[in-house]
């Protein structure tokens, strides 16, 4: 969870640079097409502010998904954990944070990709956060059914060859998800591309960010639990030769 802090603290960092300008412009662009305020009519106060959302906000925000994304990834260290074809824990995290990147990052957001402000419709928010859940939890499964295929067969095929039937196991079932579940897309034909794609850049830059640090920082405190230095003898002191003696 300390890993995971760092981690969420690095993506804050990266986030507040490249991601929160494009959310401004995407904001700028949805308040210049909104219709001008009725005179006479109260204007409706901000719940929050601009400057909390994109300061103590996205801190708390990308800190807290880091802290709980190290549980998670503790677990499935320890999982994997000599079961992986590696012999430490360096590169089990590693390997671990790789795969958990394409699973948890790069799969849901190939299908679903970060939107910013002015992009989609408020009232399907539930249903699109609902589907890219179920993508999530589908690359998950499917990753968990190919690694059992995978090692099914290592036995009779090898590691290499097991490896990848495993991945094209996984390949296969994300695949037919993805065909199947429905297509999303409310992006205006109006809205800036350029935009559109830095900010999905900035997003899934973010996650990059925290699965390295995730996967290059978990492993070696781990290391230091599973493996702990051994303790530093004192050396013995000569005793010296009494007064009284000779």
Do not use: H
């Amino acid at each position: 969870m300390l890993a995971g802090l760092v981690a969420g603290l690095v993506g804050f960092g990266f986030a507040s640079v490249t991601g929160e300008p494009q959310v401004d412009a995407a904001i700028a662009i949805e308040e210049a097409a909104a219709p001008p305020p009725v005179p006479g009519e109260p204007v409706e106060p901000e719940e929050v502010s601009r400057g909390t959302q994109k300061g103590i906000g996205l801190a708390v925000a990308t800190g807290l998904y880091g802290v709980a994304m190290g549980g998670l990834f503790a677990i499935a260290c320890a999982v994997a954990y000599g079961r992986v074809g590696t012999s430490g824990m360096r590169s089990t995290s590693a390997v671990v944070a790789a795969v958990g990147f394409v699973v948890v990052a790069v799969i849901p957001f190939l299908k679903y990709p970060a939107n910013p402000p002015a992009v989609g419709n408020p009232d399907t928010i539930d249903r699109r956060t609902g589907l890219y859940v179920v993508m999530v939890l589908v690359a998950v499964i499917a990753a968990l059914l190919a690694a059992q295929a995978g090692r099914a067969v290592a036995a009779r095929v090898g590691a290499w060859n097991a490896a990848l039937a495993a991945t094209g196991v996984f390949t296969v079932l994300v695949v037919v998800a993805a065909v199947l579940l429905p297509v999303v897309n409310e992006v205006p034909d109006s809205f800036p591309p350029e935009l559109l794609w830095r900010f999905r850049l900035s997003s899934l830059g973010t996650q990059t960010l925290v699965w390295a640090v995730l996967g290059l920082g978990f492993g070696p405190l781990a290391d230091r639990v599973l493996n702990p230095a051994p303790a530093r003898r004192t050396p013995a002191v000569a005793a010296s030769p009494s007064p009284s003696a000779g």
